[in-house]
């Protein structure tokens, strides 16, 4: 087989039909189709039926198209690596975070790393754990901060970095502020300010009220922007379920304050991930070096 007639048999794939593949590679069609029919040949297999649309996958054609994506992948992966030790440190990263590790450990550690590689440009991405996976699994983004309970799939290498605590927090002048003690049964009518509702940390909320017989929380607020609903809380009387750690790195510090809810806390595990057999470019590796010496140093206190 032909690398290059595995990668027009992948157009083919994605457009489903001869014409529009071979106007997309700037071929003619007979050429495509010659690319096809000796690729069929070197695979000893019919892998396109042709239908008054286009063109559809056999069997054999399927099975051949589940191996061309990774190898699609790593080609890539090749490519950005020769590129990254071309220039030394240079080029792209792509970073997925989900809420919390982005609002306190991406911001350090991006800013040692800009100071380190200032020709290398980051993009991050911020949304949810499943989203992450399927993002880095289709070589979408390079690394990923996420939380590792449920542990991702075989294809991603998942490496601790540190826990982290939820609490239930809410503005200093807050009723519920001074009190030692707070009760789930106490937080009944309170509102709410969530990052959003189909996060675990809200889902958690949910469960535990649910769990002690109340009616679900009312969600007053909905922003996956942390400071929106820092400020938003402090000037109000709303509660959040975020990070301790968040609330820490708050700049400048607003009126906030923890309040201890029995029952209501949750520990999650902070972890680092990539595609397993991934070729990681220079920058990433270097990356990562610093990711984990500023979790070290936000962990320690310091």
Known sequence: MKLRDIEYFAVVAEHGHLGRAAEALGLSTPA????????????????????PK?????AEGNVLLSYV?????????????ITDLGQGRSGNLRLGSFPGPADYLLPAACGAFSADAPKVTVTIT??????LVWALRNGDLDLILI????????????????????VVYGSVNHRLARRERVEIADLAQERWAFSALDAVPTKWVYHV???????????????????IRLQAIAASDLLGFSPRRSLRQVVPPLRLTEIPVKGLMLTRR??????????????ARRFIEILKSTAKEITSGK
């Open 54 to 58: 286009g063109v559809e996958l056999t």
């Open 270 to 283: 902070v972890g680092l991930g990539y595609r397993r057999n991934a070729c990681l470019s220079p920058a």
């Open 209 to 227: 009220f649910e769990n002690n017989g109340l009616a679900p929380p009312r969600a007053a607020l909905v922003s996956r922007l942390m400071p």
């Open 147 to 166: 939380n590792m309970v449920p542990p991702p799939d075989e294809n991603i290498v998942a490496e601790q970095l540190f826990d982290e605590e939820l």
């Open 126 to 131: 911020v949304a949810n754990n499943s989203a």
């Open 69 to 81: 994506r990774p190898l699609r992948l790593s080609l890539q992966d090749v490519a950005r690596e």
């Open 32 to 51: 495509l189709s010659k690319s096809l029919r000796r690729l069929e040949k070197a695979s000893q297999a019919k892998l396109v039926a042709r239908t």
